[in-house]
């Protein structure tokens, strides 16, 4: 695949993707499989829900591949303090291996223009993490929002002190590649944009054009598709009139 003029390979696509396992009625035997495919590719990250994470961390144990926390998910409307024990309580059972957070935010503070109150919520987990090496990333449901909620929603993250702003949980609709473009000019430069949530039909060319636009990260339940389609050579052909 080439991106603006440079060339990744498989290994380059996957180590920029969150595979991810968050369907309810997902098994033991899902997290086993989602595991194996994270060593043979090398994925960033496999997020799960909390319940899953010490497996999913002894699972990766060695590999330097992240247990990813989803925190609040998939609705963000906990208190700050229920956000904080979720994650200090999956964080206290990985036992000191390599793991990660995404947090869905409070969309109500955001919407009723509770904007400290928001900001808050998000520092509160940054804070209850900090000093351990764990990236931690505020998911915005960007597809509920206008063009001006996911500025403010950008600016009230990076001033909480989050790693990455993402997208979307996948469960309230989905992204548009065009909000990677409002959430980049929004941004700092030191922080990251997650685009998730996008779905299985057209993955890769979604996963394509958002890495264009300027996605650092994706979030995919497909993601060893993304990477084989995307380094089999098409992604080429696609990149032309972009490049
Ligand atoms: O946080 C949510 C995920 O990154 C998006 O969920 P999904 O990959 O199951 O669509």
Do not use: Q
Not at 62 to 91: R, Y
Not at 154 to 175: H, I, L, Q, W, Y
């Amino acid at each position: 695949m080439r991106i603006n003029g440079t060339v990744w390979s498989a290994r380059d696509i996957a180590a920029r993707i969150d595979h991810t396992v968050l369907a309810p009625d997902a098994t033991r035997k899902d997290m086993e499989n989602a595991c194996v495919l994270a060593r043979a590719y090398g994925f960033k990250a496999v997020f799960t829900n909390p319940y899953w994470t010490p497996l999913v961390a002894e699972l990766l144990d060695g590999s330097g591949i992240a247990a990813g926390i989803s925190a609040a998910f998939p609705l963000g409307s906990l208190s700050t303090d229920a956000k904080v024990a979720e994650v200090m309580d999956a964080v206290a059972r990985v036992d000191g291996k390599p793991c990660a957070v995404d947090m869905v935010t409070n969309i109500a503070l955001l919407k009723e223009g509770h904007f400290d109150d928001y900001t808050r919520d998000i520092a509160a987990v940054v804070n209850a993490v900090e000093g351990r090496g764990i990236i931690v990333k505020a998911i915005l449901e960007t597809s509920l929002l206008n063009a001006e909620e996911i500025r403010t929603a950008c600016r009230c993250a990076a001033e909480a002190g989050v790693d990455f702003v993402k997208t979307s949980t996948g469960r309230a609709g989905a992204p548009a590649l065009s909000h990677i473009r409002i959430m980049r000019e929004a941004l700092p430069a030191h922080v990251g944009i997650k685009f998730s949530g996008f779905g299985t039909l057209n993955a890769p060319e979604l996963a394509l054009w958002a890495f264009f636009l300027g996605a650092d990260v994706l979030g995919s339940p497909c993601g060893d598709v993304v990477v084989d389609v995307l380094s089999s050579g098409y992604a080429e052909v696609g990149m032309l009139a972009g490049s």
